[in-house]
């Protein structure tokens, strides 16, 4: 009965002055771990958006560079047709007998 006796006394006391520590320290360790993870999460989502924000800025600009520096199609057609139009009074300046050697000049 001693025996018994001793070693429930034993047990209960490595129970109390080993594990119950033990348990606390892991308990405290696994909150800690959490809490740096959910910090480390939460910096690294305030850094996600800053550079989308930083992202999106940069895409407006380059939306409204492209916007003033854009020559839409009507104004390419214009601009072709005003050329053609051009060849065309020269062609029939030289087609109608303009001589460049006629000025005196030879």
Partial sequence: MHDTLTAGLDLAWWITAVELPAMGGLFWMIVRARKDADSGLDDLRARAEQAQSQVRESLA?????????????????????????????IETKLDSGFSPCEGGRR
Avoid: G, M, N
């Fill in 61 to 89: 600009a380059y939306k409204l560079e492209v916007a003033k520096t854009y020559v839409s199609f009507a104004t390419l057609k214009d601009v072709e047709q005003r050329l053609t139009d051009h060849l065309l009074r």
